[in-house]
Structure formats: structure tokens, C-alpha cells
């Protein structure tokens, strides 16, 4: 057992050396530090980001990247009818999982309902399921990081309303 323990604390102190090289990575970065002013993006995420999208001028607009993650509704649609069912989970899993995992700590923490995208959480908290609201607003943020990469703003809650 004491192999196990030994083991254990020489992971965790790997893991610690580790979060602190991704702290630096990214508070040395200017995108990266541009991107955690979104609420559900951290560390982790806003390095990731950086390291799998280099140059955002890639996609055509923020819904092209959101479904590069895998983001948006599989459609089974035939003439008229148009069917939306669940996201796609086709592109970058690890992205999508920080995505997603960062919207649920937004929906459950994020406090400025004054503010356009604090309206927009309260909305979604009340029309959909959890898990419903975090996909959506891992959607809405994964549009509004395309919007910042490709004009090098920094986050507005009121402004990027409209890149989502």
C-alpha cells in the first residue's frame, strides 16, 4: 500500500507543476487572457483554445466553429419538416467537455443578471433542463471565442450578444 500512496503524491505533486506551467502559459498569452473574461472559461480552456484554433479566420462565423466542436443540433430534416435533435459531439471532444464543463460552473456561479448575457443565462435557466442550458451557453460561448479571435476585442456581456 505504501508503493500506492508513494504513487499517488508523486502524481499530485506532477499535476501541481503542471496547473502552474498552464497558469503561466496563459497569463503570458494576450488571447488567452482575453478569453477568460468569459464566464465558463478558464485556464485549461482559454490554453486549449488557443493551442487547437491558431487562426479563427478558418471558419466562416462563430455557428461553423461551434460545430466544429460538435455544438449544434444534428438536423433530420426532409422537405418541410425540419427536426433538430441532440448536438452532434462530431469535432474536438476535449474542447467541448471544457466547454461544457465551463457553462455549467457559469449557469450555477455567473451573478450579473443586469447585464445582456446575465439575461440571456436567467432565460435559458428557466426554459430548459440543466444540462440543456449548459450545451446552449457552451454554444453561445464557443461563438462568442470566435468573435474575440477574429477581431481581437476584448468580452463585452452586452456587446456579444450579437456574435451569439
Known amino acids: 500500500m505504501k508503493d500506492l500512496y508513494d504513487e499517488l503524491t508523486e502524481l499530485e505533486a506532477r499535476l501541481k507543476k503542471l496547473n502552474v506551467k498552464v497558469r503561466q502559459l496563459c497569463q503570458h498569452n494576450e488571447t488567452c487572457r482575453r478569453l477568460l473574461k468569459i464566464p465558463g472559461v478558464g485556464e485549461l480552456t482559454a ?3 488557443v493551442a487547437a484554433v491558431p487562426n479563427a479566420n478558418e471558419f466562416k462565423n462563430g455557428r461553423h466553429m461551434s460545430a466544429w466542436l460538435g455544438l449544434v443540433p444534428r438536423q433530420s430534416s426532409s422537405g418541410d419538416k425540419q427536426v433538430l435533435l441532440g448536438i452532434s459531439k462530431r469535432g474536438d471532444r476535449y474542447l467541448r467537455t ?9 449557469l450555477s456561479h455567473y451573478k450579473k443578471t443586469e447585464t445582456g448575457y446575465g439575461r440571456w443565462l436567467v432565460e435559458r435557466k428557466a426554459t430548459l433542463s440543466f444540462n440543456k442550458a449548459a450545451v446552449a451557453l457552451a454554444n453561445k460561448n464557443a ?3 470566435w468573435s474575440l479571435l477574429r477581431t481581437g476585442e476584448e468580452f463585452n456581456s452586452d456587446v456579444q450578444m450579437a456574435a451569439a
Open 47 to 49: 490554453t486549449a483554445v
Open 98 to 106: 471544457l466547454l461544457i464543463h465551463g457553462a455549467r460552473a457559469a
Open 143 to 145: 461563438r462568442i471565442i
